[in-house]
């Protein structure tokens, strides 16, 4: 959690889903903007990978490409917008928007923060380490994360709960790991850059750390939040 939050059951409603894909379409046009080739754009190769995984349909994914390339009529202008403060109980937050009308996620984002505090620029950021994350299943159980972090070029790695190991890396080495990886058959299921906190605040209260978790949950089904970084042990 310290990492990125990831609203519980979020799979678990259509609409949740529908949410899921306006997040990786967004992703794409972005990435595409720096060219509509995969092959030669880690960025959007890396977002193309993570629709394929939910599921996207192929004609909504090269439409996304095609669009944030400029190779449709239609035009589109995303940008990214950070947002840093406090939520309940002093837990960091980072929220990375992607919009395409900053006075309404500005407005959005005041708003859903009246229960927490919200920051200047670098009221928060200072605390957290800009670092790549590449998440991925080993392909048997006899497979040593330790010695792939290693082979890979990884600087650290977290096990989770659910057999996914959290491989961090240098920033401009993001790519390069993941490819590693999955060239030794481990499973990629997401290579993305993240903020990672350094201090995360530990909350022992199940209300108290209840409340964070409410007040997580509304930022993160905001249309213009793309991810949503959080201090919380």
């Not at 889903?17 to 754009?41: H, Y």
């Amino acid at each position: 959690m310290g990492a990125q939050w990831k609203q519980k059951g979020r799979e678990a409603s259509a609409a949740a889903k529908g949410r899921i894909f306006t997040k990786l379409a967004k992703e794409i046009m972005v990435a595409a903007r720096a060219g509509a080739d995969p092959t030669m754009n880690p960025r959007l190769r890396m977002a193309v990978e993570a629709a394929k995984k939910a599921s996207m349909t192929k004609d909504t994914l090269e439409r996304a490409i095609k669009k944030g390339a400029g190779l449709l009529d239609e035009g589109v202008n995303y940008e990214v917008v950070t947002y840093e403060g406090f939520a309940p109980h002093q837990v960091p937050v980072i929220v990375e928007c992607l919009t395409d009308n900053r006075n309404r996620t500005s407005s959005n984002i005041r708003v859903l923060f009246r229960k927490g505090q919200l920051g200047a620029a670098g009221s928060v950021s200072w605390d957290f380490a800009r670092i790549g994350q590449v998440e991925a299943s080993a392909p048997s159980s006899d497979v040593d994360a330790d010695e792939a972090a290693i082979e890979c070029g990884a600087q650290d790695l977290e096990r989770g709960d659910d057999a996914i190991v959290r491989f961090f890396t240098e920033t401009a080495d993001l790519d390069a790991v993941s490819k590693a990886l999955t060239d030794r058959k481990w499973v990629v299921s997401s290579a993305q850059l993240i903020w990672k906190a350094k201090n995360p605040v530990s909350l022992e209260d199940p209300t108290k750390r209840a409340e964070v978790e409410t007040f997580l949950d509304a930022i993160d089904e905001d249309d213009d939040v793309q991810n949503l970084y959080v201090g919380l042990a």
